[in-house]
């Protein structure tokens, strides 16, 4: 009949559901009359009234917000932040739920991941480790992108949206950034503004479009038990103020740590460190290797390349390239041609020597990819160190080195954005006897 609804739920429709497993991406999943639900701010074994926000291609799933808790869970808190909620800010998506739980949530996608996506059963339970510098999850954020609104003021997005939140302060901001009063002053002709306070030297704020963005140096200081005694690393970095760096503050030394003490570096090695940005781990992998031994890195911002070949120049022992690292391997990668779908580049030349000892990745949320894990896998090293800023891009890239000969030989996790579902991981991988 001409003007009847579709059946199944639209936007802005109310439903009663129950909250059942967290889900990858910081919602929980629900069900109602057939249709899967992918309830945020809500808490595994509560009921609620959630109210749709999104309806996904054929109905097959539904986006929605928990408006009212008819049964709560007893993780629950009162968020900390008053912009945090249904229709807010979307930049913390578990402020509802006490720390504790947060990392046994994310403690549970992690396992999930691994064993759907890599067919792994981790044995032992998976612990999301505190990362020191924060203060109860909150007050870690270094760096912080504001978005700017048609009239110059600055706030927070909505979550998937674009619509900027005038908020006053942002909590999960370290102080240096809140000092910044960036949503308090006036941004005429911004479209985003980067707050960023790094460990050395003053707080800045970066208008986009604008000033060219100042240099900021960021500080590293990790110790790791090592072959010979203690491994250490003591060294400040130059980045850009919109350059990449690890956004808590106890993040690097940590992940760095965590990497080098599991992989027992040798004197002499051959070690690669792939999308190594401004050098972190092969700063610490020239000194474990030693004169005797060589690092190369590779980074495809040319910008970090090139801050990376400066302050390792001394070494003696490493060699930054500024490429891709696929192209850096001579792997085809896919090429979109306008209405033809994907062809494949051609190959080009390998850059990286044929054999290495160690390994370490630390690529972008999309993951290393086959491509580039089956080229690592041909070079035979003994043992790799695989930093993942998602778990489904781990689980996936894991399986692949499963496939390889390579098996998972330990893994951590690390709350290195409290508040929020992300999840960081080190993952060590040693390759099977022939």
């Avoid at 928990?66 to 930049?91: H, I, K, N």
């Avoid at 350059?243 to 740590?257: C, D, E, K, M, N």
Wanted: hydrophobic content about 45%; glycine content about 10%; charged content about 25%.
């Amino acid at each position: 009949m001409t003007g009847e609804r579709p059946p199944g739920l639209a936007v802005d429709d109310e439903v009663e559901v129950e909250a059942t497993a967290f889900a990858h991406g910081g919602h929980c999943v629900a069900r109602h009359a057939g249709q899967v639900l992918f309830v945020r701010h809500t808490v595994p074994g509560e009921r609620v009234r959630a109210r749709v926000t999104e309806v996904g291609a054929g109905g097959r799933f539904v986006r929605a917000d928990a408006v009212g808790v008819l049964q709560a869970s007893p993780d629950r808190v009162e968020p900390p932040c008053p912009w945090s909620g249904p229709g807010r800010c979307g930049g913390c998506d578990l402020q509802h739920v006490s720390l504790p739980a947060q990392r046994r949530l994310k403690a549970g996608v992690v396992r999930e991941q691994l064993a759907r996506l890599a067919g792994l059963d981790v044995d032992v339970d998976v612990e999301v480790e505190a990362v020191p510098g924060d203060r109860a999850g909150l007050g870690w954020r270094t760096r912080v992108e504001f978005a700017v609104d048609p009239g110059g003021r600055a706030g927070l997005r909505r979550h998937r949206s674009h619509e900027v939140v005038p908020v006053d302060v942002c909590r999960i901001a370290a102080d240096g950034v809140s000092a910044l009063d960036v949503p308090g002053r006036p941004w005429p002709g911004a479209e985003v503004v980067d707050a960023v306070a790094p460990s050395v030297g003053d707080p800045v704020a970066v208008a986009v479009p604008g000033q060219d963005p100042p240099d900021v140096v960021e500080r590293v200081r990790a110790a790791w038990t090592a072959v010979e005694g203690e491994g250490r690393l003591e060294r400040d970095f130059t980045v850009s103020a919109r350059g990449f760096w690890q956004v808590h503050p106890g993040a690097a030394s940590t992940f760095l740590a965590a990497a080098m003490e599991e992989l027992a570096v040798r004197p002499g090695e051959r070690a690669l460190d792939l999308y190594s940005g401004v050098g972190l781990f092969a700063a610490a992998l020239s000194e474990a290797v030693g004169p005797s031994g060589q690092v190369v890195a590779v980074e495809a911002d040319r910008d970090a390349a090139a801050r990376a070949e400066a302050a390792l120049a001394g070494a003696g022992n490493v060699v930054v390239l500024a490429a891709r690292v696929d192209d850096a391997f001579g792997v085809p990668r896919p090429q979109r041609r306008r209405g033809r779908g994907r062809a494949t580049r051609a190959s080009r030349s390998p850059l990286l020597p044929p054999r290495a000892d160690l390994v370490v990745l630390d690529p972008p949320r999309t993951g290393a990819g086959t491509a580039v894990v089956a080229a690592v896998a041909r070079l035979r090293p003994r043992a790799l160190a695989y930093v993942a800023c998602d778990p489904a891009a781990l689980a996936r890239d894991t399986a692949a080195l499963e496939e390889h000969g390579y098996r998972l030989s330990r893994l951590r996790a690390f709350d290195a954005f409290p508040m929020t579902h992300h999840v960081e991981c080190v993952a060590h991988f040693v390759r099977r006897p022939a």
